[in-house]
T-cell receptor, first 110, second 115 residues
Framework: SQQGEEDPQALSIQEGENATMNCSYK?????LQWYRQNSGRGLVHLIL?????REKHSGRLRVTLDTSKKSSSLLITASRAADTASYFC??????????FGEGTQLTVNP | DVKVTQSSRYLVKRTGEKVFLECVQD?????MFWYRQDPGLGLRLIYF???????EKGDIPEGYSVSREKKERFSLILESASTNQTSMYLC??????????????FGPGTRLTVT
């Protein structure tokens, strides 16, 4: 079952703008992860946030987690054309399985 | 850097053929996974493996089997390929919980077309 659900499904912005993507999930989690997928390629891990963390930064990425609302957001600041990709959230519950959402397609126009 | 490789980027097979998709990782990870990715459905887990010779069904195992004879290699087998198995297949690996937090490392994917 798809626990993570990303919103919006597609986002188009201009270079230099910020991009925000949201993820909602249904059950309790150990951590939540964000991945990027360039067209026709495999997924690349971007950032992980544990269930006891509220915010995490990595370069131009900022992730927040609200476990009371079962939601997370990924902010990409000062976007570049190279950020054009699909972005997926994935939740880790018990065990080693990740459950992925359907992704947000981000297009950054030069 | 962790490297996960898949045997083919593109594959075209006929209905009824037996198809082998191979995945190899070089980081001594215990866990390996096979997903398929379809438009509008995201990634769906087919099978995964915690260790050599161990396998667990994922969400959509029907029509597939797997083999893990060596720690670094995880094979996905389509016993009799059908057109509804046309998809992008992604392999991933991850370390155990006490060495990581199940961050997964993905291969480049195999786009399989069954005609």
């Amino acid at each position: 079952s798809q626990q993570g659900e990303e919103d919006p499904q597609a986002l188009s912005i201009q270079e230099g703008e910020n991009a925000t993507m949201n993820c909602s999930y249904k059950t309790s989690i150990n951590n939540l992860q964000w991945y990027r997928q360039n067209s026709g390629r495999g997924l690349v891990h971007l950032i992980l946030i544990r269930s006891n963390e509220r915010e995490k930064h990595s370069g131009r990425l900022r992730v927040t987690l609200d476990t009371s609302k079962k939601s997370s957001s990924l902010l990409i600041t000062a976007s570049r054309a190279a950020d054009t990709a699909s972005y997926f959230c994935a939740t880790l519950g018990s065990g080693s399985r990740l459950t992925f959402g359907e992704g947000t397609q981000l297009t950054v126009n030069p | 850097d962790v490297k996960v490789t898949q045997s083919s980027r593109y594959l075209v097979k006929r209905t009824g053929e037996k198809v082998f998709l191979e995945c190899v990782q070089d980081m001594d990870h215990e866990n390996m996974f096979w997903y398929r990715q379809d438009p509008g459905l995201g990634l769906r887990l087919i099978y995964f493996s915690y260790d050599v010779k161990m396998k667990e069904k994922g969400d959509i195992p029907e029509g597939y089997s797997v083999s893990r004879e060596k720690k670094e290699r995880f094979s996905l087998i389509l016993e009799s390929a059908s057109t509804n198995q046309t998809s992008m297949y992604l392999c991933a690996s991850s370390p155990t919980l006490d060495r990581g937090l199940y961050e997964q490392y993905f291969g480049p994917g195999t786009r399989l077309t069954v005609t």
